[in-house]
């Protein structure tokens, strides 16, 4: 499993209560949820990294 980096996340709370009922929704954690949200719009910002050639997906 990959490393991953904990930090302190100052939000409002009418928001966390929205990403709370959006993870719920989708079967997420609040934390998953939120990782889901910066992965997609990285993706969509075309800001990640490209994989490897011999990385796999099913991680």
């Known amino acids: 499993m990959s490393k991953r980096k904990s930090f302190v996340l ?10 709370e009922k959006w993870a719920d929704d989708e079967f997420r954690s609040v934390n998953g949820q ?3 949200m910066i992965n997609k719009s990285l ?16 991680s």
């Open 43 to 58: 993706k969509e910002a075309k800001r990640l990294p490209k994989k490897r050639k011999d990385e796999s997906d099913d």
């Open 10 to 19: 100052r939000i409002d709370p009418e928001m966390f209560k929205q990403i």
């Open 34 to 36: 939120i990782e889901w």
